[in-house]
């Protein structure tokens, strides 16, 4: 079936500008994540949401960066006034769910995000 | 504070010639231990969740072990095709919490030469 999907798969933006990265999960995955990757190293949580419900947002470096999921399906990562420091790698992930016990999460291909 | 270490960052193996990758990993009350296999310009791909020590769980030339305090990837008659990132994560957080957020190491860069 169709995994995760991510767009768009690179994203060059001048510093100062607005970008919006999306994420279209597995079907019926409640849970949906935003991770940033840069080079070399590996995934940091950023945002999770279950539903439409951002549950935990401690990862978001600034108040620039901004996640939603507005019907609890498709989510949109959003970074105002981009900084070449927000050059990175964005992952998506989606799970069946997360409670007790634990599911695992599978992976979009990422939007690489460059900032000149 | 939960965290995880992984060794080598890099290793370089023949053809045929087994080894193992180790994951080192604190955290308050494990959820489960996972680890994907990321190839270049591509997200990572699931493999195992180990949730208990002393688990085991194998596919083909890979078969990962947990303790109380690390994990092992072992690589048995490895290929070229297996050369890639392997990644470790944790998942922690305790009962009816909302922490569900996957903590990652570094990852072993595996090249497999023919």
């Known amino acids: 079936g169709a995994g995760v999907s991510q767009s768009p798969r690179y994203k060059v933006a001048k510093r100062g500008q607005d970008v919006a990265l999306r994420c279209d999960p597995i079907?019926?995955?409640?849970?949906l994540f935003w991770y940033q990757q840069a080079l070399g190293q590996g995934p940091e949580f950023l945002t999770y949401?279950?539903?439409?419900?951002?549950?935990?947002k401690s990862g978001l470096p600034s108040d620039r960066f901004f996640a939603e999921r507005p019907e609890g399906s498709v989510s949109t990562l959003k970074i105002q006034r981009t900084q070449q420091e927000d050059s990175a790698v964005y992952l998506c992930?989606?799970?069946?769910?997360?409670?007790?016990?634990?599911?695992?999460?599978?992976f979009g291909p990422g939007t690489r995000l460059t900032v000149t | 504070e939960d965290q995880v270490t992984q060794s080598p960052e890099a290793l370089r193996l023949q053809e045929g010639e087994s080894s193992s990758l180790n994951c080192s990993y604190t955290?308050?009350?494990?959820?489960?231990l996972f680890w994907y296999r990321q190839d270049p310009g591509k997200g990572p791909e699931f493999l195992f969740t180990?949730?208990?020590a002393g688990e085991e769980k194998e596919k083909e030339r890979l078969k990962a072990t947990l303790t109380k305090k690390e994990s092992f990837l072992h690589i048995t008659a490895p290929k070229p095709e297996d050369s890639a990132t392997y990644l470790c994560?944790?998942?922690?957080?305790?009962?009816?919490?909302?922490?569900?957020?996957?903590?990652f190491g570094k990852g072993t860069k595996l090249s497999v030469k023919p």
């Open positions: 992930a989606s799970s069946l769910w997360v409670t007790v016990s634990s599911y695992e999460q599978y």
């Open positions: 079907s019926g995955h409640v849970s």
């Open positions: 949401f279950q539903n439409e419900a951002q549950l935990d």
């Open positions: 955290v308050s009350g494990l959820r489960g």
């Open positions: 180990l949730y208990s």
């Open positions: 994560a944790v998942q922690g957080g305790q009962y009816g919490g909302s922490q569900g957020n996957l903590i």
